[in-house]
Nanobody
Framework: QLVESGGGLVQAGGSLKLSCAASGSIFSINYMAWYRQAPGQQRELVAAIQSDSTTNYADSVKGRFTISRDSAKNTVYLQMNSLKPEDTAVYSC???????????????WGQGTLVTVSS
């Protein structure tokens, strides 16, 4: 189960930090990512972090957003700075989790959290 928090309303230029915590039977978390979907648009990858802490970002957020993870808390964060109205969307986290060392991974999605950036 993934539980997200941190969305809300912010003025352009402001900041927000999203969190996504995993719970349940967790052996390892191999991939964590944030996606977003704006009204009338397809869901897009915003940022991802691998188990070795390698990160990648959408071009539209590079230099403004930072993804990080706290392995001890099974939590992934998305620090969003210099927010723009076009960042308005529902943000969802995805985690790929192994519940044991049998090599089987499962994909989980959070419930989504709305980020609204006013101009």
């Amino acid at each position: 189960q993934l539980v997200e928090s941190g969305g809300g309303l912010v003025q352009a230029g402001g900041s927000l930090k999203l969190s996504c915590a995993a719970s349940g039977s967790i052996f390892s978390i191999n991939y964590m990512a944030w996606y977003r979907q704006a009204p009338g648009q397809q869901r897009e990858l915003v940022a991802a972090i691998q188990s070795d802490s390698t990160t990648n970002y959408a071009d539209s957020v590079k230099g403004r957003f930072t993804i990080s993870r706290d392995s001890a808390k099974n939590t992934v964060y998305l620090q969003m700075n210099s927010l723009k109205p076009e960042d308005t969307a529902v943000y969802s986290c995805k985690q790929i989790i192994a519940s044991s060392n049998n090599g089987i991974n499962y994909q989980y999605w959070g419930q989504g959290t709305l980020v609204t950036v006013s101009s």
